[in-house]
């Protein structure tokens, strides 16, 4: 099994410490790197280039949002799983926006940690109803608006999987393509709808109706 490679940005030592430990008992999860604070996270990102990143938000300095803005900047390919508080909820949304994947509470259970990197590094979009409400409730992302049309009947079936969480992989089974065919349709639908990541798709197919 091949493991998934996580590096942990959070300014309080005592936390990373912890997520280690959890993680690397973990059979298919290593922890390659850590980093104290959002700039120091981008460069090890490069450096190391992590399948995963989890990423705290508040941090002195260049915080998580910003520190993720840069790495999509930087067109990398890490998926980023956002940490946040309860307290934090208002800080989710410019991050997801920013292009994380998804987000866990600090106070997560570690099974259900590791359920989330897992997911994440399979494709899936971690929203969960209050947030994906909060994204659409905005005016101020219209990104795609009144070009569904555009799309190919076969593209309008990936998108809806998409929105439901699939990762590429899971959208081949059910449509019975390659995976490389189905990565070409959700290239064709971001470009089409002008849309930056599967966030932004999903989030998208939900406002226009097109999931169960």
Do not use: C
Not at 34 to 43: H, I, M, N, R, T
Not at 51 to 57: A, E, F
Not at 175 to 184: A, I, P, Q
């Amino acid at each position: 099994m091949a493991e998934i490679r996580v590096l942990l940005v959070d300014d309080h030592q005592v936390v990373r410490r912890g997520l280690r430990t959890f993680l690397e008992v973990q059979e298919d999860i290593e922890v390659v790197g850590e980093a104290s604070d959002g700039d120091e996270g981008v460069a090890r990102a490069e450096e190391l280039r992590p399948d995963v990143v989890l990423m705290d938000i508040k941090m002195p300095g260049t915080d998580g949002i910003e520190a993720l803005r840069k790495l999509r900047a930087l067109a990398n390919p890490a998926k980023v799983l956002i940490v946040t508080s309860f307290t934090e909820q208002r800080t989710v949304v410019p991050a997801l926006r920013a292009g994380a994947s998804g987000y866990v509470y600090k106070d997560v259970d570690p099974d259900a940690l590791a359920g989330a990197i897992r997911s994440v590094h399979a494709g899936h979009v971690l929203l969960q109803p209050e947030v994906a409400g909060a994204l659409l409730a905005q005016d101020d992302h219209g990104g795609g608006q009144g070009r569904g049309t555009t799309l190919t009947e076969r593209e309008r079936e990936v998108l809806g999987l998409i929105a439901d969480g699939r990762s590429n992989r899971e959208i081949a089974r059910a449509l019975v393509l390659s995976e490389k065919t189905v990565k070409t349709h959700v290239s064709n639908i971001l470009m089409k709808l002008d849309l930056a990541d599967r966030t932004q798709a999903a989030l998208w197919a939900v406002r226009h109706g097109m999931t169960d």
